[in-house]
Nanobody
Framework: QVQLVESGGGLVQPGGSLRLSCAASGFTFSRFEMRWYRQAAGQERKLVAG????????TYVDSVKGRFTISRDNTKNILYLDMNQLKPEDTAVYYC?????????WGQGTQVTVSS
């Protein structure tokens, strides 16, 4: 059974940091492109960061460049998103997504709230 389980979300003050994790099971994690998306209240889900195979190219939406880092550990089947210098506009539910050809799997999301 395919599972993607996000964790690490929470309430943080502006300027703070969080590390999100996405634990994968039920598929060959190392073969999949992995992405992080976020969805703010009342808005569409949007791509935040993506990473091909371990050591491969990473991409970021402009608004998070220099603040967020996507990484993966293929030995543990975990995807990470390190978020620094958080801003109130980063508040959203964060989702991980696994992609391989026509296959695509989503996690259930984890809430990140940036507020003083």
């Amino acid at each position: 059974q395919v599972q993607l389980v996000e964790s690490g979300g929470g309430l943080v003050q502006p300027g703070g940091s969080l590390r999100l994790s996405c634990a994968a099971s039920g598929f060959t994690f190392s073969r999949f492109e992995m992405r992080w998306y976020r969805q703010a209240a009342g808005q569409e889900r949007k791509l935040v960061a993506g990473m091909l195979l371990s050591g491969g190219r990473r991409t970021y939406v402009d608004s998070v460049k220099g603040r967020f880092t996507i990484s993966r550990d293929n030995t543990k089947n975990i995807l990470y998103l390190d978020m620094n210098q958080l801003k109130p506009e980063d508040t959203a539910v964060y989702y991980c997504k696994a992609i391989y050809g026509s296959l695509a799997y989503w996690g259930q999301g984890t809430q990140v709230t940036v507020s003083s």
